[in-house]
């Protein structure tokens, strides 16, 4: 996924966690068909709130129940349009920005990162 969840996604695994290794060459005989990108490593639930608990400035962020503070500690401008855009891009419709609403998409933000290969649980997961 790209857009505003990638930027995050990025800025807390690094987009290396998205390249694939370069496929072995096949054969000339048979047509080459593309290569699936690979999934990203799984990491433990201990190894991401340590990759975010060590990222510049996360000790001034209430990254663990904000969406707000999450987006600025990973350097996005967490401003209502772009966190509109950010619930429209994991499929929440409506979103007007109220309290609830921020507290669900961070939730969202959270369990789509573990999706993806992070593991999150107990309050950072529900």
């Known amino acids: 996924m790209m857009g505003i969840f990638g930027s995050i996604k990025n800025a807390i695994w690094g987009s290396d966690k998205e390249e694939a290794k370069a496929p072995a060459p096949a054969p000339a005989a048979a047509p080459a068909a593309p290569a699936a990108p690979a999934a990203p490593d799984p990491i433990s639930q201990a190894e991401m709130e340590a990759r975010i608990a060590a990222m510049p400035g996360a000790d001034k962020y209430n990254w663990k129940t904000s969406i707000v503070d999450l987006m600025k500690m990973v350097g996005l401008d967490p401003s209502f349009a772009n966190r509109k855009e950010l ?5 929440m419709e409506g979103y007007s920005g109220t309290a609830e609403e921020n507290i669900n998409l961070h939730h969202a933000v ?9 593991k999150v649980g107990g309050m950072l997961k529900d």
């Open 87 to 91: 619930a429209e891009e994991l499929g």
């Open 110 to 118: 959270l369990n789509l990162l573990a999706a993806e290969g992070g």
